[in-house]
């Protein structure tokens, strides 16, 4: 946990389980809040236009041999250090790979590599059980053009964070609204401002904001301890007919000139 507050902010940080080394859910734990990927076969990065990649760490157990030799071969330019137990003869117990940004290529083939993504693509990641709300081991990452897609299988449920973004054609008075059991709590630009926290039964909520027109950067927190449906957030814009957040462009009207992303309403980050 020490050295993934070290890394937190500068790197893209991955955790890879191993036999005696830490389980997922006490790792989350951990964490406090930082947010950290366990390792798996293959490894996409998703980059919007303009995203600058960040460096990547990985956590090893210094008995995971094979996960070492293959970031020694794909990787040449990797920076390792260790860290020791506090236990008799101080014995190494972590290996930390830290690989330079400018080693990952942007196509398949390696343990990590860089894919490139539109304005139109929602990035979900599922973490490992709910243990902190606002955070958690992700364990798995996709990408989705719609925020409500199917959950994987693999997943069934839990916490999920959805990235995406939402283009307002002009400013003005935007209403939300929300029925569900589940949780959805909803940021724009980094300012919550849907919390919505039903407990067992069904409940609905109705928020409204003031928002500025263009496009807008969205984080959605779903929590589905009630199925694993991700719950619908209809929007609607100075009193026009209300969309879910997320509906195509194509579906919505006119698109400002060189605007890409989802789109709210009829023609004006």
Not at 214 to 223: D, N
Request: aromatic content about 8%.
């Amino acid at each position: 946990a020490r050295e993934v507050a070290r890394l937190d902010g500068s790197h893209r940080v991955y955790f890879s389980p191993f036999q005696d080394f830490a389980s997922p859910e006490t790792q989350t734990l951990l964490d406090e809040g930082r947010n950290v990927f366990i390792l798996r076969a293959q490894n996409p990065i998703y980059l919007r236009p303009g995203e600058k990649p960040e460096d990547l760490a990985v956590l090893l157990q210094v008995a995971d041999l094979k996960n070492r030799d293959r970031i020694q071969k794909e990787f040449p330019h990797t920076v390792w250090s260790t860290v020791k137990s506090n236990r008799e003869g101080n014995p190494e117990v972590l290996r930390i790979a830290e690989i330079p940004a400018a080693d990952v290529a942007s196509a398949p083939g390696k343990l990590f590599y860089f894919q490139s993504i539109s304005d139109d693509d929602w990035v979900r990641d599922f973490t490992v059980g709910s243990y902190l709300l606002y955070s958690g081991l992700t364990a798995e990452e996709d990408l989705a053009k719609s925020p409500y897609a199917p959950i994987p299988t693999d997943m069934g449920g839990d916490l999920v964070q959805i990235r995406g973004r939402v283009v307002f054609p002009s400013g003005g008075t935007l209403r939300l609204k929300v029925t569900s059991a589940n949780y959805a709590i909803l940021s724009m630009d980094g300012k919550t401002v849907l919390d919505f926290r039903p407990w067992v039964n069904e409940e609905t909520m109705v928020k409204t904001l003031e928002v500025s027109p263009g496009p807008h950067l969205v984080s959605y927190l779903a929590f589905l301890h009630m199925g694993n449906e991700i719950p619908q957030i209809k929007m609607s814009l100075n009193g026009q007919p209300e969309q879910l957040l997320g509906a195509p462009l194509e579906t919505l009207g006119e698109v400002p000139a060189g605007v890409s992303g989802f789109h709210l309403g009829t023609p004006s980050h």
